[in-house]
C-alpha cells in the first residue's frame, strides 16, 4: 500500500499532540501504582509483531535498541519529571522543560527512522523503534514506581 507524500510525517504530529494533550490531561490527576504499571504493561503485548517474520530484527540490533531507549533516551524524561506528594495524593511535577524534552525525543525518532528507514524494512524499522520506545518507557516508568513507593511509605 503506498502512501501519499508526508502521510508519515502528518500522522507522527498528530500523534505526537495526542500524547501532549494527554499528558496534560493526565497531570492533574493523582498517581497510583495503577497509573504507573499498567502503561508499560500494556505497551508489551507489541512483542507480539515479532510472531510475523517480516518485523524480525537480529538479536543485537533489538538490544541495541533497548539499551538505548533505556539508558540516552529514558535520563531526559526522569529528569524532567518528579513525583510530589500532596496531602494524601502523589501528584506528577514535571519541569519547564518537560514538553520541550517529548518534543526533542520525537525529532530525534522521526529523523532516525527516515534515515533508517532507507537500509531496511519499514516492518523492521518499526519493530525497532518499538523496542527503543519501550526500554524508554519502562526505565521511565520503574524510576517512577520506585520514588512512588518512597513517597507512599513515608
Given amino acids: 500500500m503506498l502512501l501519499a507524500p508526508g502521510t ?6 498528530v500523534g505526537l499532540f495526542a500524547v501532549m494533550l494527554w499528558r496534560l490531561r493526565e497531570g492533574s490527576r493523582p498517581v497510583t501504582q ?9 505497551m508489551a503485548t507489541g512483542f507480539c ?4 517474520p517480516p518485523f524480525r530484527v537480529p538479536i543485537l540490533w533489538g538490544a541495541a535498541a533497548f ?3 533505556a539508558v ?4 531526559p524524561l526522569i ?12 501528584l506528577m511535577h514535571r519541569s519547564k522543560f518537560f514538553f520541550a524534552v517529548v518534543l526533542a525525543l520525537a525529532a530525534i525518532r522521526y529523523f532516525a527512522r ?6 531496511i524494512s519499514l516492518q523492521q524499522t518499526a519493530a525497532l523503534f518499538f523496542i527503543l520506545a519501550f526500554g524508554m518507557i519502562l526505565v521511565w516508568r520503574g524510576t517512577m514506581y520506585i520514588e512512588y ?3 507512599v511509605r513515608s
Fill in 8 to 13: 508519515s510525517a502528518v500522522g507522527a504530529i
Fill in 34 to 42: 495503577k497509573t504507573i504499571l499498567i502503561p508499560p504493561m500494556g
Fill in 49 to 52: 509483531m515479532f510472531l510475523a
Fill in 67 to 69: 539499551l538505548i531507549g
Fill in 72 to 75: 540516552l533516551l529514558s535520563l
Fill in 79 to 90: 529528569h524532567t519529571s518528579k513525583l510530589v506528594r500532596d496531602g494524601d495524593r502523589v
Fill in 114 to 119: 527516515d534515515y533508517i528507514g532507507h537500509i
Fill in 149 to 151: 513507593r518512597r513517597l
